[in-house]
C-alpha cells in the first residue's frame, strides 16, 4: 500500500538556523502534497502545498522542494525560530471521492537557542 | 473566523459507556473527517463526508459511527467504546480543493 515516511523523528537546529524536514511518498500517481504544523496541545495547522507540476514552492520563510523521480519532498524553514517548534507532517492528497489525506508519522522539530 | 470545532477537549469515560464528540464548521464545507492519532502511527482516517447524508469508512472505522445531517455538523460516535480507542481525535473540513482545517482535538481516555 501507499505510505508517506519521514526521514528523521527528530530534528534539533539552533535558532537562526535553517531547518530542512524531508519526506518520502510511495504513491508515484499522487498529486498534491501538504505540510502541516502541529504544535503541542493543537490541531495540525497548514503551512504550505505544492501540486506535482511544480518542483518547489515558496511561502514566507518556508520552501517546499518535489523531486518527482526519487519521490521525495523537503520542506526547508528559513531563520528557524523558537515558534517552528513543532511535529512537522508531511501529507499526500487523496482526492476524488474520499478527499483523504494520508499522513506520515511526523518530524519533531526542536529549536535550541 | 474560520475555524472548526470539537467538543469535548478532554473526556475520560469507562467501557461500553456510548459517547458522542462533536464537531462543528463554519465555512460551509462539503467535505469532513474524523481522523484519531496514535503516537507512531500519525493521523489515520476513520470516517469522513462528502456532503449532508453522505459518509463513508475511513481507514480504522470499526467501533465508531457518524452522521451528517446538517453540512456545518460531523458527530463522531462511539456506541460501546473500549480501552483501544483511547486516542486523540481530531475533525477536519474541507472544499473541494483538498486543504483541509483541523479542530484542536480531543482527548479521550476509556478506562
Known amino acids: 500500500g501507499e505510505s508517506v515516511g519521514l526521514h528523521l523523528p527528530t530534528l534539533s537546529v539552533q535558532e537562526g538556523d535553517n531547518s530542512i524536514i524531508n519526506c518520502a511518498y510511495s504513491n508515484s500517481a499522487s498529486d498534491y502534497f501538504i505540510w502541516y504544523k502541529q504544535e503541542s496541545g493543537k490541531g495540525p495547522q497548514f503551512i504550505i502545498d505544492i501540486r506535482s507540476n511544480m518542483d518547489k514552492r515558496q511561502g514566507q520563510r518556508v520552501t517546499v522542494l518535489l523531486n518527482k523521480t526519487v519521490k521525495h519532498l523537503s520542506l526547508q524553514i528559513a531563520a528557524t525560530q523558537p515558534g517552528d517548534s513543532a511535529v512537522y507532517f508531511c501529507a499526500d492528497f487523496y482526492g476524488g471521492a474520499t478527499n483523504k489525506l494520508i499522513f506520515g508519522t511526523g518530524t519533531l522539530l526542536a529549536v535550541q537557542p | 473566523e474560520a475555524q472548526v470545532t470539537q467538543n469535548p477537549r478532554y473526556l475520560i469515560t469507562v467501557t461500553g459507556k456510548k459517547l458522542t464528540v462533536t464537531c462543528s464548521q463554519n465555512?460551509?464545507?462539503?467535505?469532513m473527517s474524523w481522523y484519531r492519532q496514535d503516537p507512531g502511527l500519525g493521523l489515520r482516517q476513520i470516517y469522513y463526508s462528502m456532503n449532508v447524508e453522505v459518509t463513508d469508512k475511513g481507514d480504522v472505522p470499526e467501533g465508531y459511527k457518524v452522521s451528517r445531517k446538517e453540512k456545518r455538523n460531523f458527530p463522531l460516535i462511539l456506541e460501546s467504546p473500549s480501552p483501544n480507542q483511547t486516542s486523540l481525535y481530531f475533525c477536519?473540513?474541507?472544499?473541494?480543493?483538498?486543504?483541509?482545517?483541523f479542530g484542536p482535538g480531543t482527548r479521550l481516555t476509556v478506562t
Open positions: 465555512m460551509n464545507h462539503e467535505y
Open positions: 477536519a473540513s474541507s472544499s473541494r480543493t483538498g486543504r483541509q482545517y
